[in-house]
C-alpha cells in the first residue's frame, strides 16, 4: 500500500463519519484555512466545495502531484522542518487545520508553538490524533502484541503517541486553550483490534471496562485557540451564545405563537363540540321520556291485555259448563223419548 492509498478515501461530507465531523468544525463563511499534510486531499475538496481558500502544506510527491489538479496553493514543505514555515510567515488564517498530522512529527511541540503565528484574530486551530489508550491497543498489548500496520492505530508512520490528557497537556504547554473536545468512538468489535478484543475471556474485558467511560474512543478531536486570544474568544463565544439564545427564544416565541393559534382553534372546536353534546343530551333526554311514555303504554296494554285474557278464560269456563249442561239435558230428553216409545208397544 503507498502513502497516497493509506490516506485516500471517500466520505459523504454531511454524513457522520469522523472527516465529516471534523470540517463542521471549520466555520462556514468561505475563509482562510491553512491544512496541514492533507495527503491527496479528501477534506480538502469539500473545503473548496464550501468555498473556503486553501493553502496546503505537504511533502509526499504522490499527493503534492494529486493537489496540484485542484484550486489550492501548495507549500511543499517537510511539517518536522522550518522551511515551510517561511513560506506562511507573516500571513494569517482562519482556520488552521492539523487533523491526523502531529503524530507523526518528532517535534509536534516545535510546530504548535509556531503555529499561533497563523492563527488570526477569532480564528482557531483544528486537531485530530488518535488515542493510544484505545480499548483495542490494550487488549493487543494484554496478548503481548504491538505491532505496526499500513494504518490505523498503530500506523508504521506514527513516530508519537496520545492520550487525551497527555495532548491537552502539550497543547497548554504550547500556549493553547482547548475549546471544544469532541470524540470519534468505534466499538472495539470492529476496529482492527476485534480478535484481540474477542480473545480476551469476559470477566477481562469487564474488568478492562471498570469505570472507564473513554474506552471506545479511537480518536480525540480538540478546537483551540491562542492562550492570549482567551478573553477575546470568550466574548465571541458569549455573543455567540447571546445570539443562539436569541435565536432560541425567537422560535420558542414563534412555536408559542403557533400553539397558541392551536390552542384558540381547539378552543373554538372545543365549545362548538360542547353545544353539539349539549343539543344530543337534550334530544336524549326527549327520547327517554318518549320511550318512558311508550313503557308506561305498554305496560297498560298488558294490563287490560291480561284482563282480557282473564274474561276470556271465565267465559271459555262458562261455556264449556254450559255446553257440558246442555249436553246432558240433550241426552235425558233422547232416553225419555226412547223410553215412551218402548212403553207404549
Known amino acids: 500500500m503507498t502513502n497516497i492509498e493509506r490516506y485516500d478515501y471517500a466520505f459523504d461530507p454531511d454524513g457522520e463519519e469522523w472527516a465529516a465531523r471534523l470540517l463542521r468544525r471549520v466555520p462556514s463563511g468561505g475563509g482562510s484555512v491553512l491544512e496541514l499534510g492533507p495527503g491527496p486531499g479528501a477534506m480538502t475538496r469539500v473545503l473548496l466545495a464550501r468555498g473556503h481558500r486553501v493553502t496546503v502544506v505537504e511533502n509526499d510527491p504522490e499527493a503534492l502531484e494529486v493537489l496540484k489538479t485542484l484550486d489550492v496553493e501548495i507549500i511543499s514543505g517537510n511539517l518536522d522542518g522550518a522551511d515551510w514555515l517561511d513560506a506562511v510567515k507573516g500571513r494569517q488564517f482562519d482556520t488552521v487545520m492539523a487533523c491526523d498530522v502531529l503524530e507523526h512529527l518528532r517535534k509536534p511541540e516545535d510546530v504548535l508553538q509556531?503555529?499561533?503565528?497563523?492563527?488570526?484574530?477569532?480564528?482557531?486551530?483544528?486537531?485530530?490524533?488518535?488515542?493510544?489508550a484505545?480499548?483495542?491497543?490494550?487488549?493487543?498489548?494484554?496478548?503481548?502484541?504491538?505491532?505496526?500496520?499500513?494504518?490505523?492505530?498503530?500506523?508504521?508512520?506514527?513516530v508519537r503517541f496520545f492520550t487525551k490528557r497527555s495532548i491537552?497537556?502539550?497543547?497548554?504547554?504550547?500556549g493553547w486553550a482547548p475549546r471544544v473536545w469532541e470524540?470519534?468512538?468505534?466499538?472495539?468489535?470492529?476496529?482492527?483490534?476485534?480478535?484481540?478484543?474477542?480473545?480476551?475471556?469476559?470477566?477481562?474485558?469487564?474488568?478492562?471496562?471498570?469505570?472507564?467511560?473513554?474506552?471506545?474512543?479511537?480518536?480525540?478531536?480538540?478546537?483551540?485557540?491562542?492562550?492570549?486570544?482567551t478573553p477575546t474568544w470568550e466574548l465571541k463565544e458569549a455573543r455567540g451564545m447571546?445570539?443562539?439564545?436569541?435565536?432560541?427564544?425567537?422560535?420558542?416565541?414563534?412555536?408559542?405563537?403557533?400553539?397558541?393559534?392551536s390552542l384558540l382553534e381547539h378552543q373554538k372546536a372545543f365549545a362548538e363540540a360542547k353545544d353539539i353534546i349539549s343539543k344530543l343530551q337534550q334530544d336524549i333526554t326527549k327520547l327517554q321520556e318518549e320511550i318512558n311514555e311508550l313503557r308506561t303504554d305498554v305496560g297498560s296494554l298488558r294490563s287490560e291485555k291480561a284482563?282480557?285474557?282473564?274474561?276470556?278464560?271465565?267465559?271459555?269456563?262458562?261455556?264449556?259448563?254450559r255446553t257440558v249442561e246442555l249436553t246432558d239435558r240433550a241426552w235425558r230428553s233422547r232416553w225419555r223419548r226412547l223410553m215412551g216409545s218402548h212403553y207404549s208397544h
Not at 284482563?307 to 259448563?321: C, G, H, M, N
Request: glycine fraction near 6%.
Open 183 to 229: 470524540a470519534n468512538r468505534v466499538p472495539v468489535e470492529c476496529s482492527e483490534f476485534a480478535g484481540y478484543w474477542s480473545a480476551l475471556s469476559g470477566d477481562q474485558r469487564q474488568a478492562l471496562l471498570a469505570g472507564w467511560q473513554d474506552f471506545d474512543v479511537y480518536q480525540w478531536m480538540v478546537v483551540v485557540t491562542p492562550s492570549v486570544a
Open 168 to 174: 491537552e497537556k502539550v497543547l497548554l504547554d504550547c
Open 242 to 261: 447571546a445570539d443562539s439564545l436569541r435565536g432560541e427564544l425567537q422560535a420558542l416565541t414563534v412555536l408559542h405563537q403557533r400553539e397558541r393559534a
Open 114 to 132: 509556531r503555529l499561533s503565528e497563523f492563527v488570526a484574530p477569532m480564528g482557531c486551530l483544528l486537531i485530530s490524533v488518535p488515542n493510544i
Open 307 to 321: 284482563a282480557v285474557e282473564s274474561e276470556l278464560a271465565k267465559t271459555r269456563i262458562e261455556l264449556q259448563a
Open 134 to 158: 484505545y480499548a483495542g491497543v490494550l487488549a493487543s498489548m494484554r496478548s503481548g502484541i504491538f505491532d505496526y500496520s499500513d494504518k490505523g492505530q498503530l500506523d508504521r508512520t506514527h
